[in-house]
């Protein structure tokens, strides 16, 4: 055993004190609550589902889609431009003259590099936007469960279980208590979709 220095306990022998103290404060407590626990209730809901079901879920979705279904056109326009110049670059070249048909291919080169760097830009807009909105459903959602929980007099109400009956399963009534609620999202920075 080390030695301790007056005045001074060592860290392992405080660290042993503190698991001991610990120990017998968690010991303590679970003797005290044993008997209550027989009426703990406890529910699990199934974060995915409500993502996914939820009103207010489908309504983030269809906000998202209207807010860049211009951007959607403006590039599938891209698309089909830069595909009529393809087409009449492999239907005319051999009768072009050099300088027109080096134009073309320049004109094609350029189409390829603005609609690729459009498309990127739109993805990346489109996955900010959406982290956005998924961390305020996800919120939203985290309420809506605490309030259920409260509503109902829940002790403990966990997400995502390994294993769990359908008689703790309380996804189905949480998504009940969504529909009640307003489906719509807000929607701010919609400027960002150019």
């Given at each position: 055993m080390m030695a301790i220095k007056s005045g001074k306990p060592s860290t392992i022998r405080a660290r042993f004190l503190a698991s001991a103290a610990l120990a017998v404060a968690l010991s303590t407590?679970?003797?005290g609550t044993a008997d209550a626990q027989s009426g703990l209730k406890i529910g699990v809901v199934n974060v995915v589902r409500l993502l996914e079901e939820s009103p207010?879920?489908?309504a983030m979705t269809a906000a998202l889609q209207d807010e860049f279904a211009p951007r959607q056109r403006e590039l599938q326009a891209m698309e089909r431009e830069l595909q009529q110049k393809q087409e009449t670059f492999r239907r005319d070249s051999s009768v072009m003259?050099?300088?027109?048909?080096?134009?073309?291919?320049?004109q094609i080169r350029d189409g390829q590099r603005d609609l690729q760097r459009a498309?990127?830009?739109?993805?990346?807009?489109?996955?900010?936007?959406?982290?956005?909105?998924r961390g305020k459903l996800n919120r939203l959602?985290?309420?809506q469960v605490q309030q259920y929980a409260r509503d109902q007099k829940y002790d403990?109400?966990?997400?995502?279980?390994?294993?769990?009956?359908?008689?703790?399963?309380?996804?189905?009534?949480?998504?009940?208590?969504?529909?009640?609620?307003?489906?719509?999202?807000?929607?701010?920075?919609?400027?960002?979709?150019?």
């Amino acid at each position: 055993m080390m030695a301790i220095k007056s005045g001074k306990p060592s860290t392992i022998r405080a660290r042993f004190l503190a698991s001991a103290a610990l120990a017998v404060a968690l010991s303590t407590v679970a003797l005290g609550t044993a008997d209550a626990q027989s009426g703990l209730k406890i529910g699990v809901v199934n974060v995915v589902r409500l993502l996914e079901e939820s009103p207010q879920a489908k309504a983030m979705t269809a906000a998202l889609q209207d807010e860049f279904a211009p951007r959607q056109r403006e590039l599938q326009a891209m698309e089909r431009e830069l595909q009529q110049k393809q087409e009449t670059f492999r239907r005319d070249s051999s009768v072009m003259g050099e300088e027109e048909r080096l134009n073309l291919e320049r004109q094609i080169r350029d189409g390829q590099r603005d609609l690729q760097r459009a498309q990127n830009e739109a993805i990346e807009d489109w996955n900010i936007r959406l982290n956005e909105e998924r961390g305020k459903l996800n919120r939203l959602l985290l309420q809506q469960v605490q309030q259920y929980a409260r509503d109902q007099k829940y002790d403990l109400v966990v997400a995502d279980a390994l294993y769990f009956s359908d008689a703790i399963d309380i996804t189905g009534e949480v998504l009940e208590a969504l529909q009640k609620q307003p489906a719509t999202t807000s929607r701010s920075g919609s400027g960002s979709s150019r």
